[in-house]
């Protein structure tokens, strides 16, 4: 069975730090990688997706894939309070679409 | 501006009433999910689509059914609401292996 963890928090970071968010999963054969954002209360909304080994920034967000390792991670700089969410790791590799992982509450701190 | 669907937004309903949500999308996408997911807990997938006339059920067990006729069109009907079926549903889409644009969710509360 599939599998993506997320430690689920809270983490909670001082305004203006950097926010860093990690993703494990058990599907070597995954290929895709999502980064979702869901404030309480709402749908979830794409924030990052990433297709191959490295880094992939925009804005004040980055992804990280480490493919051997089995790991994804997100970076935030600069934290705003607004920024202040739960953020779903998911992962593409099975017929039945994405894989989520549970998510991680994110608090920033003013 | 979203470009999925969902209505209602909140729905107050009786117990044993038959129910439908509804679910629109004007990407072209061809699949199509319905998630379930209670206030602060993770999401569970109830049914998915590849296309049209194409359903299948996901991991959670749900008392709910789905149709696909047309591709822009993926409704969720409860034919005998619960008091256990209070929860948000959400459906999303997708283009190919990219990744699923949610709309704004429903959420539903069995009396």
């Known amino acids: 069975q599939k599998e993506v963890e997320q430690n689920s928090g809270p983490l909670s970071v001082p305004e203006g730090a950097i926010a860093s968010l990690n993703c494990t999963y058990s599907?070597?054969?995954?290929?895709?990688f999502f980064w979702y954002r869901q404030y309480s209360g709402k749908s979830p909304e794409l924030i990052m997706s990433i297709y191959s080994n490295g880094d992939k920034e925009d804005g004040r967000f980055t992804a990280q894939l480490n493919k051997a390792s089995q790991y994804v991670s997100l970076l935030i700089r600069d934290s705003q309070p607004s920024d202040s969410a739960t953020y779903l790791c998911?992962?593409?590799?099975?017929?039945?679409?994405?894989?989520f992982g549970k998510g991680t509450h994110l608090i920033i701190q003013p | 501006e979203a470009d999925i669907y969902q209505t209602p937004r909140y729905l107050v309903i009786g117990t044993g009433k038959k129910i439908t949500l509804e679910c629109s999308q004007t990407?072209?996408?061809?699949?199509m999910y319905w998630y379930q997911q209670d206030p602060g807990m993770e999401l569970h997938l109830i049914h998915y689509s590849y296309g049209v006339n194409s359903t299948e059920k996901g991991d959670l067990s749900s008392e709910s059914t789905v149709s696909r006729i047309r591709t822009e069109h993926f409704p969720l009907t409860l034919e005998s609401a619960r008091p256990s079926h209070t929860s948000q549903y959400l459906c999303?889409?997708?283009?190919?292996?990219?990744?699923?644009?949610f709309g704004s969710g429903t959420r539903l509360t069995v009396v």
């Open positions: 990407m072209g996408h061809d699949k």
């Open positions: 998911a992962v593409n590799g099975g017929a039945d679409g994405l894989t």
């Open positions: 999303a889409s997708r283009a190919g292996n990219y990744g699923y644009t």
């Open positions: 599907d070597r054969g995954s290929q895709s």
